[in-house]
């Protein structure tokens, strides 16, 4: 059982900067691999999406809403993946969620943070 753990959140005025982090660590014992890691967000009345997703190599992608203004990376020695979001707009408040799939021994598994809150006044 592995849990993921953002932070970083807050409220930030437009054309600003946030930068966010999630860590995951295991309930017992330790993580034996961390895969494919991801950036969603719910916007306040609207369905879940996909921001950002990053490999174990570091390939990453973006979602056309915040391709070049968001940049996805990750830490495998610290087993953290962070989200730096630049130019924020009113439209980018939303609920961020981490994403992160993790092996406990044989089990690989999908795993979801708790959600941070993301908050871009005008």
């Known amino acids: 059982q592995v849990h993921l753990l953002e932070s970083g959140g807050g409220l930030v005025q437009s054309g600003g900067s946030l930068s966010l982090s999630c860590k995951a660590s295991a309930v017992r014992g330790g993580i034996s691999g961390l895969y494919n890691m991801a950036w969603y967000r719910q916007p306040p009345g609207k369905q879940r999406e996909l921001v950002a997703t990053?490999?174990?190599?570091?390939?990453?992608s973006y979602s056309d809403a915040v391709k070049g203004r968001f940049t996805i990376s990750r830490d495998n020695t610290r087993l953290t993946a962070f989200l730096q979001m630049n130019s924020l707009r009113p439209e980018d408040t939303a609920v961020y969620y981490c994403?992160?799939?993790?092996?406990?021994?044989?089990?690989?598994?999908?795993?979801w943070g708790q959600g941070i809150q993301v908050t871009v006044s005008p």
């Open positions: 990053i490999s174990r190599d570091g390939t990453t």
């Open positions: 994403y992160a799939e993790a092996r406990i021994h044989f089990s690989r598994d999908p795993y």
